[in-house]
């Protein structure tokens, strides 16, 4: 689901080239990808432990620097949310211009 819904690239230009609205791809995304993954995800998962032999490879663990600091929790939320945030405010901005009614804020 990740890789198929917009900000990414390549949704972003199938929503281009096909006139698609980007709210709607988004929100049919979320609500057709999530109950999918969330039931499809831990099926795929127990058939590719028992048919899929594969050895765990072995990884050098490097520690972080004593004075690295990760971002908290919020600043991270509001990354991964904001491109979505701006792209239902852009439809939003085009359904009140096209809509004949007088728009309650100006975009």
Not at 18 to 27: E, I, K, P, Q, S
Not at 41 to 57: L, N, Q, S
Not at 60 to 79: C, Y
């Amino acid at each position: 689901m990740h890789g198929l819904m917009p900000p990414h690239p390549g949704p972003v230009v199938a929503v281009e080239a096909l006139h698609a609205n980007t709210g709607m791809v988004l929100v049919w995304g979320f609500a057709l990808g999530l109950p999918i993954a969330a039931l499809a995800g831990p099926i795929f998962a127990k058939w590719a432990v028992k048919h899929v032999p594969v050895d765990a490879p072995e990884i050098e663990f490097k520690p972080l620097r004593e004075d690295a600091r990760l971002p908290g929790f919020a600043l991270t939320m509001f990354s991964m949310l904001l491109p979505i945030a701006l792209m239902l405010l852009a439809r939003q901005c085009a359904k009140s211009r096209a809509s004949s009614a007088t728009p309650r804020w100006r975009c």
